[in-house]
C-alpha cells in the first residue's frame, strides 16, 4: 500500500483501501479511481459469467450422473434376465430332452452357458 494522506474507497465488490500520496493531482487520482473503478466491473461480470458457466456444468454433470446410474441398472437387469432365461432353459432340457439325444443336448448346453457368460 502507498502511504500518504488521502485514503479512498474504490469498487463496491472489493472495497480495495488505496492511499494516494498528497504529490498526486487531483486528475491522476480520479483516473487511478476511474481505473480500478472499471477493472471492478469487468471482474465482476467476469466472476458472475464464470459462477453461470459452472453451475451449467455441474448441472450437466447431475444429469450425466443420472443417466449413468439408469444405464448400470438397466445392465444389471439385463443380465438378471439372462440367466434368469439361461436356468429356465436348462430346466426345460433336463425335463424335454431323452438320454438318446446327447449330441443335441451338448450344443444346447454349450449355447446355454454363452448365454450365461
Known sequence: MIKGEHVMYVG????QMIDFPSSYTTDTRKF???TLSSLDSHTKGFVEKMDEMIKEIEERSSIWKGK??????????IVSQRRSLAVELLDFKKKTFKSTEKPFILGF???VRKLLG
Open 68 to 77: 449413468v446410474t439408469e444405464m448400470k441398472k438397466q445392465s444389471e437387469h
Open 32 to 34: 487511478i479511481d476511474d
Open 109 to 111: 448346453t454349450i449355447s
Open 12 to 15: 463496491e465488490t472489493s472495497r
